[in-house]
Structure formats: structure tokens, C-alpha cells
């Protein structure tokens, strides 16, 4: 019995640790590469341009994330004294800014100068025990216009 | 074949609509990648494995959308729209729906 609370406690440490680590080096990145991609807007406007020759393709991004097992047993512990849940905001956050960052990238890559009607699709597809959320799933879609050569 | 999700294109006049297309995949994933899995949902991150399924089936989803829109006789699906949706533990479904057009 003291065993077994001795591992989760040292898991739960590790897990704090690591998580914490991996998470802030991504949120770097999420930084950087935002800046790098500012120049390309994605809007959510429908309406194409009226001046200028586009050429228009669906381009997509998307990304899995899950949590750490420090967040998610504290997760656990906000379901039950009610209150804003950061472990899950921090999760969902990272996950839409990084699956619209892949998406500018491909946009990138086929010389678009704008990503219309942009959109965001969610879905948790790994639930771990009494069906708490593990990760989540975001897609990022849009229409690139590609100004003809 | 012109795939978008504008209900308008520049440039181009639809000809006819000829209704909803849609296409569908479900995967699940292999059990190797389940257990790889566990192991990083302990110290949370990116799963690789899942991320690469998720886009595998989301293209096949897409074959199948323009084989459809093919059978038709169009030549441009507008409108496109994802849906994923888990529906068992280990399997996820990707749905991808639009409109069949001819456009000039």
C-alpha cells in the first residue's frame, strides 16, 4: 500500500517535471513560428477578393496533444471544488495555435498570400480512466488563394 | 478537381449543383501505437502516432468524397466541411461533406 502511493507520488513528480518542460518548450516554438507566419493572414471571411487572379486550394493542419499525469490528476481535482480548469486550457490553447500554424505552413509552402473561411474542428479521442479527457484532436482548415503566376 | 470551402469562387460561374457529396473513414489505431501512446500521455505532448493516423484517413475520407463527386460528373466540390467523431475507445470516425458543382 505505501508502495503503491510512493510510485504514484514519484510518477506524479516526474510527470510534473517533464510536463512542465515539454510544455514550455513548445509554447516557444508557438511563438516563434507565429511571428515567422505573421505576414500570411487566415481570416474567417467567406467572400474571396474581387481584384486580382486567385487559384484556390483546401489546405489543413492538424494536431494531437495530450496531457500530463500531474495535469490531469489536478484536472480531477478542479472536477470536484468546481473552478477554472488551466491543465485543460493550457492543452486546448496549444493545440489550436499549433494545428493553425501547420496549416499556414502547407499554405506556405503552395505560395498563398491568404487563407479564407478558416475553421476549427475538436475532437477528444483518447479517454483515459472515468472517461476524463487524455488528448485531444484539433484540425485547422481553410482555402488558400494562390495568386496565378 | 477544385476542392474549397468558399461558397463563392472568384472568377468562376457555377454551371450546375448537383447536391451533397460526402465521404467517410473509420480507423482505429494498432496496438503498438496504443502502448506508445500510454507512455506519453503520462508526460503529456504531441502524439506522432495519432496525429499521423488522424491525417491518414482524413486523406482517404477526401478520395472517397471526390470519387462521389466524380460518379456525378463534377468537377469542383465548394462548400467542404470536416467531423470527427469518436465513436469507440480505440476508433475515430472522419466525415467530410460538400457540394457537387460543374463550373465553367
Known amino acids: 500500500m505505501i508502495y503503491q502511493l510512493i510510485f504514484v507520488l514519484i510518477l506524479l513528480i ?3 517535471f517533464i510536463g512542465t518542460h515539454l510544455e514550455k518548450k513548445h509554447y516557444k516554438s508557438i511563438i516563434e513560428r507565429e511571428k515567422k507566419l505573421n505576414a500570411l493572414p487566415a481570416i474567417a471571411i467567406k467572400t474571396p477578393p474581387t481584384d486580382g487572379n486567385f487559384q484556390q486550394q483546401l489546405v489543413l493542419g492538424s494536431v494531437t496533444i495530450s496531457v500530463d499525469y500531474f495535469k490531469r490528476f489536478l484536472a480531477s481535482l478542479h472536477n470536484f471544488f468546481g473552478g477554472r480548469v488551466t491543465s485543460y486550457e493550457t492543452l486546448l490553447d ?3 495555435r499549433e494545428a493553425l500554424l501547420r496549416m499556414k505552413e502547407a499554405a506556405m509552402e503552395k505560395k498563398a498570400t491568404l487563407i479564407l473561411n478558416v475553421k476549427y474542428e475538436t475532437a477528444s479521442i483518447y479517454k483515459g480512466r472515468n472517461s476524463t479527457i487524455g488528448s485531444v484532436e484539433v484540425l485547422a482548415y481553410g482555402t488558400a488563394m494562390i495568386p496565378y503566376e | 478537381m477544385l476542392i474549397s470551402n468558399l461558397e463563392i469562387l472568384p472568377n468562376q460561374t457555377i454551371v450546375k449543383h448537383l447536391g451533397l457529396v460526402q465521404g467517410s473513414s473509420v480507423r482505429a489505431k494498432h496496438i503498438g501505437r496504443d502502448i506508445m501512446a500510454g507512455l506519453k500521455n503520462l508526460f503529456g505532448g504531441e502524439l506522432k502516432g495519432y496525429t ?3 491525417q491518414e484517413s482524413r486523406e482517404e475520407a477526401m478520395q472517397r ?8 460528373g463534377a468537377n469542383a466540390i465548394i462548400n467542404v466541411r470536416f467531423s ?3 465513436i469507440a475507445q480505440g476508433a475515430a470516425e472522419i466525415y467530410v461533406y460538400g457540394t457537387a458543382v460543374i463550373i465553367e
Open chain 1, 94 to 96: 496549444r493545440a489550436r
Open chain 2, 65 to 72: 468524397l471526390q470519387l462521389q463527386a466524380e460518379a456525378l
Open chain 1, 14 to 16: 516526474l510527470a510534473y
Open chain 2, 84 to 86: 470527427t467523431s469518436s
Open chain 2, 52 to 54: 499521423e493516423l488522424l
